[in-house]
């Protein structure tokens, strides 16, 4: 394995300021590892090898010419199928998008073009991200490098896998209930799900508007924190990006001191349903988080016992209607109904959203145009409104004796593919502990904790904060991230099992 692979973003960016290696040699180290292992783990749907070696080769010649670049600069990196990339092809893991090429680029990818970060390709997701393991990719499943019969979380489990198993040192994930720290937490990677209006969702294929957000998937906290400032501000093209300063965070991992911070554990994200070696690792944390100059209160937040039924309202219903557009006439797949001669628009439809959306999006679609329904509107979609504001209401009052909160970010390590492919109630608990922050646009963290004790699998705990306190995100990572890196003696992910390598 290519020692350049292991290094942080952080490591590498210094490498190339010092003119150590180049940006063409760091890309073409991780299409070299992507060449040998992804046939296995299956992490990208596209490789863009030309276009990475290309701005990579760009950033080269700017540095040689003296010019200033951003911190970033020349490091590779993956992007979630779920934002547009002009001129590569963008499916969001579904048969209804394959072939669409966007005309355009999201601004998340703007920005990581802009800061000269070349794109290594586009990675795998549940279709349209609704699912907690990726095996609801039309594309078939990523597999978790840490064991390649166990699913690496979803929606995002090809950027997770692909940071987790050394293809990119980066990845942008998506997270709309859990998408990016949950994946995190099962392939012992760390997973940032900002402020929602932090990052603009402008070119993100909607799943549920209100509840959207794009982060950063990488190995280090200080690498998120230097991809959370590369991507997040304000953005014209989305009215519900906030027009604010983004919250300091690399300055918060540079000062990450603790004594003196209020961290709350939510009782209601614990105990039954919990794996135990999930609620070990979790309390050692606390542990060193008391050692640092914590203090550790219990809060309660009674309404977030309700958070899976609310977002499995909410989510369908903006599901049903932002997938609307995928009516054969825009985008993508065009199927032509068997045995009609002259087919009305609305059959060519139905038969294009027959045969380009898989199960779990038709489960969802149907569930949300009910939800919406006229005169089930109030009984089910404004009701989990209602209970929406409840549980922000939780947070506030949460928040008004603490400084952030914690909890183990999913209930159970990576389980077995095929597990809860059939059992949609089951994959669905994934999200916990990940909704609530969700459903109240707060911020949250996911960083390795450990390993399980029953099946030497990562777990992970997740640090919350109120909006646009991102930086408090940091602040606490960074510290237990250091004395966790103490305890374990280097990196967790060191720990893994090497990849057999295709040759
Ligand atoms: N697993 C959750 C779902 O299926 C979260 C998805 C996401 O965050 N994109 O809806």
């Given at each position: ?41 299956h992490?990208f749907l596209q490789v863009d090898?030309?276009g ?27 992007v979630k199928d779920v934002l547009a990339t002009k001129g590569i092809p963008t499916t969001c893991g579904s048969k209804i998008l394959e072939g669409w090429v966007p005309p355009y680029d999201a601004?998340v990818v ?9 794109i290594?390709g586009k990675t795998n997701m549940d279709e349209f991200a609704m699912g907690?393991?990726t095996?609801h990719s039309a594309y078939g ?14 929606s995002g489990?090809g ?15 998506t997270?709309t ?24 969702r402008y070119g993100l294929i909607a799943l549920a508007s209100?509840?959207d ?105 903006e599901a049903s209607s932002n997938l609307a557009k995928f009516d054969a006439m825009r985008y993508g797949l065009r199927v032509l109904p068997d045995?009609v001669?002259?087919p009305t628009a609305e059959q060519v439809m139905a038969a294009t959203r027959e045969a380009g959306f898989g199960p779990e999006v038709k489960r969802r679609i149907i569930?949300g ?135």
């Amino acid at each position: 394995m290519n020692e350049l692979i292991t290094r942080s973003a952080v490591e590498l960016a210094e490498l190339l300021a010092a003119g150590e290696v180049s940006s063409v040699e760091v890309t073409q180290a991780h299409l070299d590892r992507i060449a040998a292992v992804d046939g296995a783990v299956h992490a990208f749907l596209q490789v863009d090898a030309e276009g990475a070696l290309r701005t990579a080769a760009d950033v080269d010649a700017r540095r040689a010419a003296g010019e200033a670049l951003a911190p970033l600069a020349g490091i590779p990196i993956a992007v979630k199928d779920v934002l547009a990339t002009k001129g590569i092809p963008t499916t969001c893991g579904s048969k209804i998008l394959e072939g669409w090429v966007p005309p355009y680029d999201a601004t998340v990818v703007k920005r990581l073009k802009e800061a000269g970060l070349p794109i290594l390709g586009k990675t795998n997701m549940d279709e349209f991200a609704m699912g907690s393991s990726t095996e609801h990719s039309a594309y078939g499943p990523t597999r978790n490098p840490w064991d390649l019969e166990r699913i690496p979380g979803g929606s995002g489990g090809g950027s997770a896998a692909a940071v987790a198993g050394y293809l990119a040192p980066l990845a942008i994930g998506t997270d709309t209930g859990g998408s990016i720290r949950q994946p995190s937490a099962v392939t012992g990677t760390i997973g940032v799900k900002p402020t929602y209006g932090g990052v603009s969702r402008y070119g993100l294929i909607a799943l549920a508007s209100s509840l959207d957000q794009a982060g950063p998937v990488t190995r280090t906290v200080l690498d998120a924190a230097l991809l959370h400032e590369t991507i997040a501000g304000h953005d014209p093209c989305d009215s519900t990006s906030i027009d604010a300063p983004v919250p300091p965070v690399l300055e918060a991992v540079r000062n990450a001191d603790l004594s003196g911070l209020r961290v709350g554990v939510v009782s209601e994200l614990r105990g039954e349903g919990y794996q135990p070696g999930i609620e070990a690792r979790f309390d050692d944390a606390l542990k060193l988080l008391t050692s640092a100059g914590a203090e550790i209160v219990e809060v309660s937040c009674a309404h977030f016992v309700y958070g899976l039924a609310t977002y499995y309202l909410i989510l369908p219903s903006e599901a049903s209607s932002n997938l609307a557009k995928f009516d054969a006439m825009r985008y993508g797949l065009r199927v032509l109904p068997d045995g009609v001669s002259d087919p009305t628009a609305e059959q060519v439809m139905a038969a294009t959203r027959e045969a380009g959306f898989g199960p779990e999006v038709k489960r969802r679609i149907i569930l949300g145009t009910y939800a919406l329904s006229s005169g089930y509107w109030d009984a089910y979609y404004g009701s989990a409104q209602k209970v929406r504001t409840l549980i922000r209401r939780d947070f506030d009052a949460a928040y008004e004796k603490v400084d952030v909160l914690v909890s183990p970010t999913a209930p159970t390590t990576a389980f077995p593919i095929g597990a809860k492919v059939d059992d949609p109630l089951a994959m669905y608990l994934n999200d916990i502990a990940t909704i609530p922050a969700s459903l109240a646009g707060m911020p949250g963290l996911s960083l390795p904790s450990g390993l399980a004790d029953e099946d030497g699998l990562p777990a992970g705990i997740q640090v919350l904060a109120p909006a646009m306190a991102d930086d408090r995100l940091y602040r606490v990572a960074a510290a237990l991230e250091s004395m966790l890196l103490e305890q374990w003696g280097g990196p967790l992910l060191s720990q893994a099992p090497e990849l057999e390598v295709a040759r």
